[in-house]
């Protein structure tokens, strides 16, 4: 199932059901294909399910990459049946431990802001902003937009005057209708106004604010390219040397990518993307499509599924992030030099 499928047209348990029977065959994968398992049982208010999910996923004995987020999901479903007391030590926990992931701080906030914790709402979201965004001196990532949003939001309801970030958060908004008016708190009365003006204004408001999470949450598969590593590219190509015509060399791979990406990107392609390929995942692949890894049409196909399993990395990076090619630079000083 896309991403942005209309949620009336989704039997939410069949996709769940169908999510876990991919994690088993992909178990590489399992964390991001039991988060969205997770998600549409929560969406189907089986929420004991979805916790057993998030359970499963922290009792692995494989390392998750991001152990931090599956709890602040785990406490966000907790408290939505019953169990307030066992999420609030979740949530402590996470601001304990104080993750690098912005993800984990932005639901954390959200479930207390959810149940009218609003000043220990605005504590969490300043905690996070304060830990990814101060000091830092660069733009802030488009993934920690969320985080100044949400305590934007926050502090509009708690009536808070407008301080330096807040004032980021309005910049950084891109939205037709200000951060401003969307948090306004009184906007809840004019829903149950007689006057249609009134009405008229807070739909169009409502409309704008509908957008922001559509373009956020809905989008498609990026366009990915794939990427194999050195050593895995060595051993694809002494294994399957029919592919040495798509692979001469390992330098002249990457500087591909790097071209086709660009070239997309320049014709007005959105949402792109690299995947990293290993040649065992790559042979199951080949299996489970009844063709011989050997055949340079699979290599596509191979990449777009990939992608669709939450494998994908956008491009370009963000800036001061690493290069995708691995190579331990940061993007900026090595294939986005040029």
Known sequence: MRPDTPAENVDHHAEAARLERTAALYPEDAEALLLRAAAHLELADAR??????????????????????????????????????EARAIIDGIRTTAPRDPAAWVIAAEALEAHDELEAAEETFTQGAALLLAGTGEPPASSTHPLLFGRHRVRRMLGRPHDDWDTLA???????????????????????SDNPAELEAEISRLRAELGAYREA?????????????????????????????????????????????????????????TVTGTVPSYEA?????????????LLPQYA??????????????????????GAGRVYGECHGAG
């Open 48 to 85: 004991p399910a979805a916790s057993t999910l998030y359970d499963r996923l922290l009792s692995s004995s494989d390392a998750l990459d991001n152990p931090h987020l599956v709890r602040a999901l785990k406490a966000s479903n907790l408290w939505e049946y019953g169990h307030e007391a």
């Open 170 to 192: 309005d910049t950084l908004h891109s939205m037709p209708v200000s951060l401003d008016e969307l948090h306004d708190p009184k906007r809840v009365w004019s829903l149950g």
């Open 217 to 273: 949450l809905s989008r498609p598969f990026p366009v990915a390219i794939l990427h194999w590593p050195a050593d895995e590219l060595a051993e694809l190509v002494s294994a399957y040397p029919s592919l040495s015509t798509e692979y001469p060399s390992h330098e002249e791979h990457l500087a591909t990518i790097e071209a086709s990406l660009r070239e997309l990107a320049s014709s007005g392609t959105p949402n792109l993307g």
């Open 285 to 297: 692949f080949a299996a489970s499509e009844g063709t011989s890894p050997g055949d340079p049409t």
């Open 304 to 325: 777009t599924t990939l992608a669709a399993r939450g494998r994908a990395v956008e491009w370009p990076p963000e800036r001061g992030a690493g290069c995708w090619c």
